[in-house]
């Protein structure tokens, strides 16, 4: 079946102006997860979907950033006023999570973001 | 979050077996420890988890010590497309309790034809 997909793969803008990405987890996937990935660093954690819980936004980096997920489906991802600082790839990712710590995620492509 | 210890870089031949090490001696009774990789201009991929038993699956072995301190990953033959940085992780779980993935820089495998 199809795996996460991402779009758009890549986003060019300028300084101060607003950007959303998508995301499309694997169907059936309730969990759903935001990172991002810095030219040669590793990944961080921005924030997480589980259900119909509340998100976990613990990683978000300042209130320019946001997201939404309907249901358990589609989630976007967007940044206010961009910034320099936020040129990254941005990376999804969707597992059928639990309470365990055992269960896989699965990546998209990422969105690499220029500023 | 407990936090893992990886080389920076590692080497290894083509069709030669390449042992990855991770330190997490902060591990908790409860994290299981996963591996990733990722390939150049990919996402990571999943490559093998555990909690206290040795693994095994088609694409590597995990190999966790008995005080579960650290862990070895194993590519009992590695060929190119094993060439990648390979992400040692502990699945902790934010204040919130969810599952986030944390990260750190890995180990960059080399493989020389």
């Known amino acids: 079946g199809a795996g996460v997909s991402q779009s758009p793969s890549n986003k060019v803008t300028e300084k101060g102006k607003d950007v959303e990405l998508r995301c499309d987890p694997i169907?059936?996937?309730?969990?759903l997860y935001w990172y991002r990935q810095r030219l040669g660093q590793g990944l961080e954690f921005l924030i997480y979907?589980?259900?119909?819980?509340?998100?976990?936004k613990s990683g978000l980096p300042s209130d320019r950033f946001s997201a939404e997920r309907t249901g358990e489906s589609v989630s976007t991802l967007t940044i206010q006023r961009t910034q320099q600082e936020d040129s990254a790839v941005y990376l999804c990712?969707?597992?059928?999570?639990?309470?365990?710590?055992?269960?896989?995620?699965?990546f998209g492509p990422g969105t690499r973001l220029t500023v | 979050d407990a936090k893992t210890t990886q080389p920076n870089s590692m080497e290894s031949n083509e069709e030669e077996p390449v042992h990855l090490p991770c330190n997490h001696s902060?591990?908790?009774?409860?994290?299981?420890i996963h591996w990733y990789r990722q390939l150049p201009s990919q996402g990571p991929e999943y490559v093998i988890h555990?909690?206290?038993s040795n693994v095994n699956n088609r694409m590597a072995s995990l190999a966790i010590a008995e005080d579960r301190k650290s862990s070895t990953l194993i590519l009992h033959r590695a060929t190119l497309r094993d060439a990648a940085v390979y992400y040692c992780?502990?699945?902790?779980?934010?204040?919130?309790?969810?599952?986030?993935?944390?990260f750190g820089k890995g180990t960059k495998l080399t493989v020389n034809p």
């Open positions: 169907s059936g996937h309730t969990a």
């Open positions: 979907f589980q259900g119909n819980s509340a998100p976990d």
């Open positions: 555990g909690l206290t």
């Open positions: 992780i502990l699945r902790g779980r934010t204040q919130g309790g969810s599952e986030k993935l944390v």
């Open positions: 990712a969707s597992s059928t999570a639990g309470t365990e710590g055992s269960y896989e995620q699965f």
């Open positions: 902060t591990i908790s009774g409860t994290d299981y």
